[in-house]
């Protein structure tokens, strides 16, 4: 039971970090189709884009390890 928990929390994070991904990956195509910032400012406009990219690696690295130590 404890393992199945465990299995659950691991895919529980890929799936968080592929929805990070998705996120991250339409603010990029916005600001791709359009060429002034589509939110306050340019600056603020990356680093939004570069967080949800860093979380997606975060917690897709940490849900692989969770799921490798399991099996």
């Given amino acids: 039971m404890l ?31 359009y060429n ?5 400012n340019k600056s603020t406009e990356i680093w939004i884009i570069n967080i949800t990219f860093g979380l997606f690696s975060i917690l897709g690295l940490i849900g692989f390890l969770k799921l490798y130590r399991k099996s």
């Fill in 3 to 33: 393992y199945n928990a465990k299995m659950k929390k691991g895919y529980f994070l890929i799936i968080l970090a592929f929805i990070m991904y998705l996120i991250g990956h339409i603010f990029w195509s916005i600001s791709l189709l």
């Fill in 36 to 40: 002034n910032s589509f939110l306050f």
